[in-house]
C-alpha cells in the first residue's frame, strides 16, 4: 500500500474517531466518584475566585479550571452540569488526538535523523506507524480514560505526550524555542497533577546532564536551553507549590504522595484515622480532625472545615496533615505482589499491541542491534518506564498505565525494522489497518447499545444516574432546598457516589459512619441510640441524614424514600 493512500486512510480515521468522541460524549455512561466531585467544586471555586480553597492539597488545578472554563461558556444548571463536564472531556480527547499525531511525527524525525539503514527500514512506514498509534490512543480511551470520567489523567496525557513530543523535536535539531515550550507543558502537567513534579524534575535534569557532557559546539546551547526550560517551570509550578507550602506549613509540592504511602504501604485507614487508631506503621498527632460527636455509632462533624459537597474529600490533606508514613518492608512487598497483579491485568487488557508486535516479528521484523541508532527513540520509552518506576511501588491503577504503556508500546513499533526487499512492511500496514478498524467497528457497536438503551428507557441522557438524581430531586421535593447542610449515612451515600449532595446543592457537613461497610439498614436497626446520634446531628444545624439501602433491605422506621432510588433520608427538622 502506497503512503499516499495510507494518509487518506489515516485521514479519514481520525475524522471517525471525533464522530466516536462525540457519540461517547452524548451517550456515554454515568460514572462518577468522590474524585469527580472534588473537582467540580474546586471549579465553583475558581469561578468565584475563591483562590483559598483553589490551592489544595491533594487535588491540583489546572483540570478543574478546564471543568470552569466549560461552565462558563454553557452556563449549565446542576441538574445538566455533567453532560457539560462530558463535553469538557470530548475537548481534551481532541486534544489527546492531536498530541498523538504530533508526538508520531516527532518519533518518525528522530527515528529518520539516527535510525538510518538502508539495509533495514522501518517495519512500520510513518502513516501506518501513526494509524496504529491512534487506535492505540483510542483504546486507551475506551477502557481507562473514557469520556465519562470526570478526572484529570486524559489531560495529564495529553500534557505528556506534547512534552515528549518536544524533546523528539529536540533530538531531531528542532530550535531553541523548543526548550521553553517544554518547560511550559511540564508546568502546566504539574499543575494537572502533582504527580508529574518528578518525571519533570527528571526529565529536565537529565537534559541538562547530558548538555555538560556533549561535545562543546552543543554544550552551551543544551545546558542553556534545559536552564531555560526548568525556570519556565518554576515560573508555572513554583506560585503553586508556594501556596500550597504555606498552607501546609512547610515544603511541599503536593500531599498525595505522602497520604498514598500512608494508606498503601502502611495500612493506614482511608477514613477517620484519629478515631479508629488504626495508623498501620504511619505515626500522627492530629491538629485538626473531624469533630466526634458520638462514639457509637460514630458520628462526625465537618464544621471545623465546611468546604466543598463533602469535605473530608474535598481536602485529605487537611484532615490528615500530620500522619506520617514509615518504610514498612512487609507493606511495601505486599504491594508489590499486588502491583504486579495490576500490571499482567492491564498488559492482558492491552494485547493487541503485542499481538501486532509478535505476528510481525514472525513475519521476519526485528529490531536493530545498533543502540546509537535507536537509543534517542527510546528516550521518551525510558521517561514513561519511569513514570511506571514511580507508581509501581505503591500503587497502580490502570488510568495511571496509560501514558507509560503508550510511549512504551509506540516507541517499540517505531523501532522495529524488517528486510530490505520484504514483504514485511505490507505485513505491517495491513496489521495496523485491520487493528484500527476492529476497534472502531467495536466502539460504533458499543456507543449504537448504549444510544439504543437511553431510547428505550427514556433517559434524558447518557450522562444522568437513575439512583442519584432522583435522590437528589427527592430531597428538595421534601423541602431541602439548596444551601442546607445534609448529613450522610454509610459508605455509598458517603464514599462511594456523594454527587447526589452536589446536585441538590446541600452539601454534607456531618456523618454517620457504618464502621464495616455493612448495609447502613441493618447497622441502623441494631442501634441502641439513635435518638442521640440524631439529636447531636440537629445541633449542627444539619437538616436530615440522607443513605442508600439496599432494595431487599427491611427500610427502617422514620426513612423516607428520596424519589424511586434506593436512598432514603432521615428528617431532623
Known sequence: MNSSRIRKITLIYLVLLVLCGIGYAKYDSYGLDGDAVAFMDIADALRAHDFAHVVNGYWNPAYAAMLAAGQAISHPSRWNELQTFYWVNFWIYLGCLAACVYFVRSLVLVRERYATDASAPPAFSSGALLLVSLALMFASFQRELHISAVRSDSLLLM??????????????????????????????????????????????????????????????????GSVLAGIVFVLLAGPYILAISKQRGRPTTGESARLNYAFFVDQTDRWHEFHTGNLGHATASFKHPEQLLLDSPPVYSYLRHPYGTYPIWFDPAYWTDTIQPHVYLKGHLLRLARCSALLVRFIVAHLEAFVVLIVLLVAGAFFSRKWRGWLPVASVALWGLLMLGIYFPVDLQDR????????????????????????????ATITALLLALLLLADATADIAQRRRILSVTGYPRG???????????????????????????????????????????????????????????????????????????????VTAVVGFFSPSAHIPEGWQQLGDSNFYAYLLR
Not at 523535536?169 to 502546566?188: N, S, V
Not at 561535545?215 to 546551547?221: A, I, L
Not at 447526589?500 to 448495609?519: C, K, Q
Open 159 to 224: 500534557l505528556l505526550m506534547i512534552a515528549a513530543s518536544l524533546l523528539l523535536r529536540l533530538q531531531a535539531g528542532g530550535g531553541f524555542l523548543y526548550y521553553p515550550l517544554l518547560g511550559l507543558t511540564l508546568g502546566l502537567s504539574y499543575l494537572t497533577k502533582s504527580f508529574a513534579f518528578l518525571p519533570s524534575f527528571f526529565l529536565l535534569g537529565a537534559i541538562f546532564l547530558f548538555g555538560l557532557f556533549r561535545g562543546r559546539s552543543n554544550r552551551n546551547r543544551i545546558v542553556a
Open 400 to 427: 495511571y498505565l496509560a501514558a507509560p504503556f503508550l510511549f512504551v508500546v509506540i516507541t517499540m513499533l517505531a523501532l522495529l525494522r524488517r528486510p530490505a526487499n520484504s514483504n514485511v512492511g505490507d505485513a
Open 463 to 541: 450522562a444522568y444516574s437513575t439512583q442519584i438524581y432522583p435522590a437528589a430531586s427527592g430531597l428538595n421535593q421534601l423541602g431541602i432546598t439548596s444551601g442546607q447542610t445534609v448529613a450522610c449515612f454509610g459508605s455509598q451515600a458517603c464514599y462511594v457516589d456523594h454527587y447526589w449532595a452536589r446536585l441538590a446543592g446541600t452539601p454534607i457537613r456531618a456523618e454517620i459512619e457504618v464502621p464495616d461497610f455493612s448495609d447502613p439498614g441493618a447497622f441502623w436497626t441494631k442501634q441502641q441510640n439513635k435518638q442521640q446520634a440524631l439529636e447531636q446531628l440537629r445541633s449542627t444545624g
